[in-house]
DNA sequence: CGCCGCCTTGACTCCCTTCAATGCGAGTGG
DNA sequence: CCACTCGCATTGAAGGGAGTCAAGGCGGCG
């Protein structure tokens, strides 16, 4: 199972387009800022959402304040789709963010209509069912560090840059889509600087010096903390 | 999030009946052994499958040979469909299994030409992406003890008992499905005996003894081994 | 300048894995 | 009927990787 496909526009063309035409009078679009939350688990889930500009996360929290972050959404991805009359995850913003905003209702007769709005929609979440899975994989077999090498390579793939590649969220966003605390995601880092794999230009900012190394390690050659 | 609910039929009865009407001539039964691959990760994906007595396991095997078990499917459920045109799970019986195979160009195309069986169809991969991250949830963020309390739930509910529940998988399988070892597995049911929470009437057959103390234990009441 | 949020590092702990041996039930053949 | 075997399950001992707790470091902004 290839950990780097399936990124990119996932949404194809006659999407976008076929959306807009079938309903383009309910559209609208929304602005927010770094921090401001889209919706939040539990409230009723009015809208669907196609991303513009920025980044979103969409995450859960635990009982005791832990978060499992499942996503984190780039230009182009639709999201916010839910197989229940409310949001099962809560959708914040990490930078600030553009959204374009579908009328539930009349999004999903739209898509059901359409057969070739179907096709797409259903290639869409098998898509995403193919990376929970990839994901799944990764948080239950993988190391720390195979787990945040694998990360900064999807990053990278999705920027499609090796040097200043930009790191919209922060380190507990990254250990909470991991399933690794702060401190471990920064460690890791720190070796994989020390092993010069990779060199941080901030702390948001890192270029792949040695891509070949990087892949070896999310791949499990056993390189090691020490 | 519960982690219970989302079980039981989640193929509503238009979806079976709709497509026994559209494509009945093309539909045809397998019957499998306990052991035996129904398809293997990189083939070619030809048909989707509703598996009609009998339990089957979806799971991916990493380069070492460790397995992480995506998901088990037992009677009525559909799976097999892929974004891709090649299958990427192996799918094998874990009990002699009968299944329905629908050819999958004809079942997708059945499918996108109906609102309503789109509309199913849209709803049981949603169903299954949420029951994804929640995994997620579970291996990122809970203790062995945790997951495998939450496991036994989950079984119980699906057969929907609470004596002589039948655990159709091995150890092993559980481990992998988990994200755990076998081991670990092993001992923490024994820590579950230990304090009386369950009663295993065999390797594979248990009862619980003690549902509260259960669900506490999957909820991570510290409940701790020693 | 000084505060504040985020990031980094260190020391210690512990849960889970790893490695290894033993138990146990079912099927087989002498 | 019993010894033998084979696959699965269980238990023990030891070690390590990641979590936890705690203390700075650093950069941006009022």
Known sequence: MDKREGNGIETPMVFAAALADGMGANVCIRRLKAGETLYVEGESADYCYEIVSGVIKEYNTLEDGRRQVAEFYSA???FGFSESEDQLHTAEAITPCTVRCYPR????KTVAASPALSASFLKTL????????ERMV????MSAIQRVATFLLRLADDQEARANVHLAMSRQDIADHLGLTIETVCRTLTELKKQQIIVMESA???TIADEASLEAVAMGSRARLH
Do not use: C, Q, S
């Open 138 to 141: 990764m948080i239950g077999r």
């Open 76 to 78: 182009v991805e639709m």
């Open 105 to 108: 209702e009349a999004f999903m």
């Open 204 to 206: 948001r900012i890192f």
């Open 126 to 133: 098998m898509t995403r069912l193919h990376r929970a899975r």
